[in-house]
């Protein structure tokens, strides 16, 4: 049974629509949602938890509806904001506490639940310093704990990687698959990198300009947007000449060359042709593809 | 020889513990900010510089009224009366009440806003109205307890001197409904001014200047009024128009208490005008707050 479901969901603001008509299902697991900057995301979001209603069509959590039963659905939900929201004068503990008591913990629960919970967002000794010290990474590793501090069914969280760096990035990643394997607690998560989303997600859902652009498991989006860049110390043609006999699709980007990854194999064949041409390799790394770029391509296909 | 202990310390990861255990509800989740409010007015669960301040104002407050116990004590042949009656305290010390209220408002409010913390809280079973009560009846019990506390000193002196007890338990009972009147009148406007701003500072000097510049300007010209003019019913309608002297009007007309503003409210049509306003006061606040936290950003 689908976890959320919208019908023909619309919002309007005086200005712009940040909604249009979109109509989706998710299925438990971690989904993703990606769009551009001001795509809908948030607005998304803001309207599941009941804290923003639409000026049309419908939506649901759990089976329950958004505006009837906010409450309800509030209850059983854990939001991330994409914006600061931590006070900077107390400790990650004492605001967790807190935080964990506001969804109705009783006291000796919620801080038994902060300790196991800071933990688990990888806060260890720093969680009894002020906020205001940490570093980025830390306060989003605070704001993901107090959206999971009450065992929520489902947490929705917003661009939780802005402002990481990319180990940083790697780490917020990781830890969101694992609120799905091993928590399980299903995981909205938002972006406006697909190359990101599509590591961790088992669905991924593309908005743009609040309309719904595609909706398909992460492994049909696999295929087209997952490149390899390769960076060779010489004889750049000639490599790139042996792996378009090798029957792969290269396409020439300055000193790299872009190869698209359809499977493992590729690096063997990348390998083959380096050695062959008895040339360094300096670069070899998946390609996350920004999100215009798959829009791009699709445009080209129409 | 000693068997060789084996058992060293070993860290177990346990794993992700769902949570099972019970949920309150809205109701107790309220109550659990309400108390988190009353707390943190005198800084406690916060830094110890944050206790400085209330711990302070509490102190001078008692401070005075212990000086007044005493000297009922000392003159205890001469005098059968406080030197200051209960329900005039207030108002004599309303400069630390002011200063209170301006520093502890904006902690209870400009706080979420300046951090943005707010949405966190939408974003639980908590509706906007309860955010609402809790805090304005956080600061509503501290100022209640900063304004009692000092009248149960002078009260313990009273009975020491021996003064006539029912005369002096009456008087403090009327006192302690003063003090409700004044604590909910000054949490509300100090809340109303400290929602407007996420600026800590910007509150602090806004809220005093809403309480001391206007008991200033109003008790001057009531003054003036009263008796350059020599129109004593207008100087009394002024009143109205500061906190301070609203309230102290509403306790001379409804508990009989021995008004200290400059002019008290102008007969029984006057008396109930300010019963009137007073309550006006009290709901307008309660109503704006809502408007506000309906309107605020997430």
Redesign the interface.
Known sequence: MPVIQTEELTKRFPATTALDRLTIDVEPGVVGLVGANGAGKSTLIKILLGLSPATSGRASVFGLDVIKDGPEIRERVGYMPEHDCLPADVSATEFVVHMARMSGLPADAARERTADTLRHVGLYEERYRPIGGYSTGMKQRVKLAQALVHDPEIVMLDEPTNGLDPVGRDEMLALIRRIWVEFGITVLVTSHMLGELERISDHVVVIDAGALLRSSSTSDFTRTSQFLVVEVSAETDAVAATLTEAGLTVKRDGHQLVLSLDDDETYDLVRDAVAAQGVGLIRLEQRRHHISEVFGEDQADV | MSEPTARTGVIHDI?????D??????A??AR??YS?SLRGAYGL???GR?KVLPMMLLGVMCLVAFIIAVIANVGAGITSELVLPYSAYTFTTQAILTIFVAAQAPVSLS??LR???V?????????RSDYVLAKFGGLATALFLLLTAPLLIMYVGALLAEFPAGRETGDLLLALLGTVVFAVVFAGVGLVVASLTPRRGLGVAAIITVFALSFAAISTLQGIIRYEVGNADLAGWLGLLSPVTLVDGFQVWVLDASGRAVAPPPGDAGGVVFVLVTFAAIGACWALLNLRYRKVS?
Do not use: Q
């Open positions: 794993g992700y513990r769902k949570y255990g019970p949920r309150l509800g809205r107790r989740v659990a900010l988190h669960g916060r830094s944050s706080r979420d951090f943005r913390t949405p966190l809280y939408f974003s639980r079973p908590l509706e997430i």
